[in-house]
C-alpha cells in the first residue's frame, strides 16, 4: 500500500512540474534557513556544556557595584580574592584563580608570533575544565611557575605539524615537550604538556594556558596584584558540591568585602556567583568578559525568522495545493465513486506531501555542507556540522514530518471531503467567505513577515549610514598605530628617533591608545576643593605632546602639553614624574561644573591615581572613546610615559608600504626579538560596529529569503483566484472588459491585502526596531519615510510578481472558459 502511495505521489508530482517547482523552491529556501538557525542555536544554547563535569556546580565570582552614579557589573575581580576564598569555603569547595591576556608576542627561537587568548591558570583549573592531554603531563604544568601548556592546534602553529603522536603515536607531540617559549619579551616558559584545544562554543577560550605562578605585576602595567583595589584581568571561579551553598558562599564573599574594602566600596559592592552556563548570555558582564556575550533576545529573534519563514513555505504549499485541486478535482470524484475511502484519500495526499518535504530535506542536507562553512566565516564561529547528532539528526527528521503535516494536512482534507458529483462536473471552487478569508489570512501573514523584515534592513541600513557619516571628534585617515612591546623610556627614546627618520610619517604620538578604544584607565576625578565629598567616573587616556596633532583631536580652550610640562624621565615607575598638566574633554568639564571650557583653565583637578592634583591646560572638542553605543564619557588626557603602550604614526603621502617598511626595520632596530604588527585606525573603527554590519547582512538575506517566498505565495494563490474566476473573467470579457479591467479585478485583492499587512506591520516593526536602536546613545531617527519605503517595495514587488499571470489570464481566449462545462 505505501509502495502504491509513493508510485501516485511521484507520478502526480511529474505530472504537474510547474505547481511542484513552486513549491520545491519554498521549501527548500525555507528549510535550509531553518536548519542553518537551528544549528545556529544549538551551539549558541551549548556554551560550557562540555567544558567540565557537572558544570552547572561551577560558579564564577562577578561584582555588582551601586552607587549614585548607578549599578555596573563586573566580571573581574581582585586578585587576592581566590586565596582568601579558598581559607573560608567549606569543604568540598574548590576555588580558581585565572588571569587573562588579550595579546602578546611568542619568541620562539628566533621567530616572533602574535597570539590572543592567553590564560594564566592555577592549578585547580584543570580540575573545573577537564583537558585532554595529548602528550606530557599536567603535574607541574600549573603547579610551578615557569611552566606553560599547550592546545594541540597551537603547538603545531609553533612547532609544525607532529603527524601521529601523543598518546597514541608515540612521537609527534612529545617532540614538543621541554621546548622553550618567551611570552611578550619578558617570561621564559618551558612547554610541560600538549592538550586537546578548547571548545568553540566555551565563554572562556584559550590559546596558550601558562602557570598562574608565573604571572607577575608586569603582565598588568606594574601594579601591584596583591592589592584588593585592583581588579584588571582577573578571574575567580568556585565549584560547589550543592545549588544550596551558593548562599552561604556568598555570605562568605560579603564578610571579605568587609575585612579587606575601603569605606566607600563596602557600601557599594556586593559579590555575587554566577553559573558557569549563565555566563555566556548575561550582556551586563559583556565588557569585561574573556569571551564575547549574546543576548537571549537575539536568539529568540533569530528563531522566531526561522519559524516564520517555514510557515511562509507552508503557507505556500497550502495555497497551491489547493488550486492545483481544481485539475485533481475529477481524479477525486472518480476515485471516490470507484470506492476510495476519505481515510485513503487523506493517506494519499498526505504522502506526497511527505515525499515533496523530503526530496527539499534531502537537498538541504547536501547543500548545507557548502553553506555552513560560509555562514561560520560570515559569523566567525566554529558552528559543527554532524547529521548523525542526535540534536541535529532528530531535529531534521522532525522537522520533515512537522512541515510535511503544516503543509499537507489542510490541502488532504479539503480535497478528500469533495463530494463526488460536484468534483466530477468542476465545481470544487465556488468558495465560501471563511475559504476567502482563510486564504487572505495566510497572504496576510506573509505580507507582514516580509514587510517587517524591510522595515528591520532598511533601519539597519540607515543607522550603519548614521555611523560612517557621523564625526567621530578625531581624525581616523592615514594613521598607523603599533602595539609597544615595553615601555621602558630609553628604548622609547631610541624608536621616537628612528622614527623621525622616515620621511613618509608626519607625526609620532605615544600614548596609551588611540582615542577610540577601551584601553585607557578608568578611576574617579573631581576639583581638588571637591574633594573628598564629590567624585565622578573617568576615564584617564595617557598620551604626550603629540597626540592631538596625530590624531587631529581639536582644542576649545587653552592648549595642549608641550615639552616643558614634564621633566627627561629616568626610571619606569609613576615616581619618576614631577610635574603634570591635564587636558579635559567638554564632557569632562561639564561634569565638574563648568558652564564654558575656558572657564576650566588653571583650575586644578584631581584624579585618582596616585591621588594627582595638576592643573588644566586645555580643553578639546568631544571625541567618541568607544563605538556610538556608548555616550561620550568625560576624559582626561595626562603625560604619563610609564603607561604608553602604543605607537601613532600620521603618514604623509598615503598608505605606502615602503614607509610601512622602514617603520619595521626602524622597529626591528629597537625591538629585535618582538612582534612588529601594524593596524590602521580607520579599519579599527570600522571594527567596532562589526557585530551590526553582520546584523544588517542577515536582515538583508532573511528579507530576500522572505520576499522570494512571498512571490512564490502570491502565484500560489493567484493561480486559486484565475482558476476559481476562470469563467467570471470570460463572461467580462465577452461583455467588453479590457485587459487592464481584467488586470485590476484579477490584482486589486493583493493590493489590499499589502496594504492591510502593512498597518500590522508597521507598528510591530517600529517596535522592535526602536527597542534595537536603544543600544546606540546615538542613532537615526524613524523617519516615516522607512515605513512608507517598505509599502512602496513590498507593492512593487506584489505587482510585478502578479503581472504575468493577471496579464496571461486577461488575454485568455473567453470561449474556452465558458465551455468548461
Not at 567549606?90 to 602574535?114: F, H, M, N
Not at 572638542?621 to 603625560?639: E, L, R
Request: hydrophobic letters at 45%; aromatic letters at 10%; a positive charge.
Amino acid at each position: 500500500m505505501i509502495t502504491n502511495y509513493l508510485r501516485t505521489a511521484w507520478r502526480r508530482l511529474r505530472k504537474n512540474k510547474g505547481f511542484f517547482a513552486l513549491n520545491f523552491f519554498g521549501l527548500y529556501i525555507s528549510v535550509t534557513a531553518c536548519v542553518l538557525i537551528a544549528l545556529l542555536i544549538f551551539y549558541e544554547s551549548g556554551f560550557d556544556r562540555s567544558t567540565a563535569t557537572g558544570g552547572a556546580r561551577i560558579y564564577r565570582v562577578v561584582s555588582q557595584v551601586t552607587n549614585e552614579k548607578g549599578t555596573t557589573f563586573e566580571a573581574v575581580t581582585p586578585y587576592p580574592l581566590a586565596a582568601a576564598l579558598r581559607t573560608r569555603l567549606p569543604e568540598g569547595g574548590r576555588v580558581a584563580q585565572i588571569s587573562c591576556d588579550r595579546e602578546t608576542s611568542v619568541l620562539i627561537g628566533d621567530q616572533v608570533l602574535k597570539e590572543t587568548k592567553v590564560v594564566f591558570a592555577d592549578s585547580v583549573f584543570p580540575k573545573l575544565w577537564p583537558l585532554a592531554v595529548k602528550a606530557g603531563s599536567l603535574a607541574r604544568a600549573f603547579a610551578e611557575p615557569g611552566f606553560c601548556v599547550l592546545p594541540e592546534s597551537t603547538a603545531r602553529r609553533y612547532f609544525g605539524n607532529p603527524g601521529r603522536g601523543g598518546r597514541e603515536g608515540g612521537e609527534g607531540f612529545d617532540a614538543v615537550i621541554g621546548k622553550r617559549i618567551k611570552v611578550g619579551g619578558k617570561l621564559d616558559l618551558e612547554v610541560a604538556a600538549v592538550v586537546g584545544d578548547a571548545p568553540g562554543n566555551t565563554h572562556l577560550p584559550y590559546h596558550l594556558l601558562i602557570s598562574y605562578r608565573s604571572f607577575t605585576a608586569d603582565f598588568i602595567g606594574g601594579f601591584n596584584i596583591d592589592q584588593w583595589s585592583l581588579t584588571a584581568s582577573g578571574y575567580t571561579y568556585v565549584a560547589l558540591l550543592s545549588p544550596q551553598d551558593v548562599a552561604p558562599t556568598e555570605s562568605i564573599l560579603a564578610g571579605l568585602i568587609q575585612e579587606h574594602l575601603d569605606k566607600e566600596d563596602r557600601r557599594s559592592t556586593h559579590y555575587l556567583l554566577q553559573s558557569i552556563r549563565a555566563i555566556h548570555y548575561d550582556t551586563r558582564f559583556a565588557s569585561s568578559n574573556p569571551g564575547y556575550t549574546i543576548s537571549p533576545n537575539y536568539l529568540y529573534l533569530v528563531g522566531a525568522i526561522g519559524l516564520f519563514l517555514m510557515l511562509a513555505a507552508c503557507i505556500n504549499y497550502t495555497n497551491l495545493s489547493t488550486a492545483l485541486a481544481i485539475r485533481q478535482s475529477k481524479e477525486v470524484g472518480i476515485r471516490k465513486t470507484l470506492g476510495a475511502t476519505r481515510r485513503q484519500l487523506i493517506r494519499q495526499l498526505l504522502t506526497e506531501s511527505l515525499l515533496l518535504t523530503g526530496i527539499a530535506i534531502v537537498a538541504t542536507a547536501l547543500s548545507v555542507r557548502f553553506f555552513l562553512p560560509l555562514m561560520n566565516g560570515f559569523l566567525e564561529k566554529q558552528i559543527p556540522l554532524d547529521w548523525l547528532n542526535w540534536t541535529s539528526g532528530g531535529f531534521l527528521l522532525a522537522l520533515w514530518v512537522v512541515v510535511s503535516l503544516l503543509a499537507g494536512v489542510y490541502p488532504a482534507f479539503v480535497l478528500s471531503g469533495f463530494r463526488p458529483v460536484t468534483a466530477l462536473k468542476s465545481k470544487v471552487f465556488t468558495p465560501g467567505a471563511s475559504v476567502l478569508n482563510l486564504r487572505r489570512g495566510l497572504v496576510v501573514f506573509q505580507f507582514v513577515t516580509a514587510q517587517i523584515l524591510i522595515i528591520g534592513a532598511i533601519v539597519v541600513a540607515r543607522q550603519m549610514a548614521y555611523i560612517r557619516e557621523a564625526p567621530m571628534g578625531f581624525n581616523k585617515d592615514l594613521v598607523v598605530d603599533i602595539a609597544l612591546p615595553n615601555n621602558h623610556p630609553k628604548e622609547m627614546k631610541a624608536f621616537r628617533s628612528r622614527l623621525g627618520d622616515v620621511a613618509g610619517i608626519a607625526e609620532v604620538s605615544f600614548s596609551i591608545s588611540a582615542p577610540i578604544s577601551n584601553n585607557h584607565v578608568g578611576t574617579g576625578f573631581n576639583l581638588r576643593e571637591q574633594f573628598p565629598t564629590k567624585e565622578y567616573d573617568v576615564a584617564v587616556k595617557p598620551a604626550d605632546e603629540r597626540y592631538l596633532s596625530t590624531y587631529g583631536l581639536q582644542l576649545v580652550a587653552g592648549r595642549w602639553f608641550d615639552a616643558t610640562d614634564e621633566r627627561a624621565v629616568e626610571g619606569d615607575g609613576p615616581d619618576s614624574l614631577k610635574k603634570y598638566t591635564l587636558v579635559l574633554n567638554e564632557t569632562a568639564t561639564r561634569k565638574l561644573g563648568f558652564r564654558r571650557p575656558e572657564d576650566a583653565i588653571g583650575r586644578y583637578v584631581r584624579i585618582g591615581i596616585n591621588e594627582i592634583s595638576a592643573p588644566v591646560v586645555g580643553v578639546v572638542k568631544d571625541y567618541h572613546v568607544a563605538s556610538m553605543h556608548d555616550a561620550i564619557m568625560p576624559v582626561v588626557m595626562v603625560p604619563f610615559p610609564y603607561l604608553y603602550y602604543t605607537v601613532g604614526m600620521r603618514l604623509r603621502n598615503g598608505y605606502s608600504s615602503a614607509t610601512l617598511a622602514e617603520v619595521g626595520k626602524a622597529f626591528k632596530a629597537v625591538y629585535p626579538h618582538e612582534l612588529f604588527e601594524t593596524s590602521f585606525l580607520d579599519e579599527a573603527v570600522a571594527a567596532q560596529y562589526a557585530e551590526e554590519r553582520r546584523t544588517q547582512a542577515l536582515f538583508e538575506l532573511f528579507m530576500g529569503m522572505s520576499i522570494a517566498i512571498n512571490v512564490l505565495g502570491l502565484i500560489g494563490l493567484l493561480s486559486f483566484m484565475i482558476e476559481s474566476k476562470t469563467k467570471e473573467v470570460g463572461i467580462r470579457k465577452v461583455l467588453g472588459a479590457s485587459i487592464g479591467d481584467i488586470s485590476m479585478l484579477l490584482s486589486k485583492d493583493f493590493l489590499r491585502l499589502s496594504g492591510l499587512a502593512f498597518l500590522i506591520a508597521a507598528p510591530v516593526a517600529g517596535l522592535l526596531m526602536h527597542r534595537w536602536l536603544q543600544d546606540f546613545a546615538y542613532r537615526a531617527s524613524l523617519a516615516w519615510w522607512v515605513f512608507a519605503g517598505a509599502l512602496l517595495a513590498t507593492l512593487l514587488v506584489t505587482a510585478a510578481a502578479i503581472s504575468f499571470q493577471t496579464l496571461r489570464a486577461a488575454v485568455r481566449n473567453p470561449v474556452k472558459a465558458l465551455r468548461s462545462e
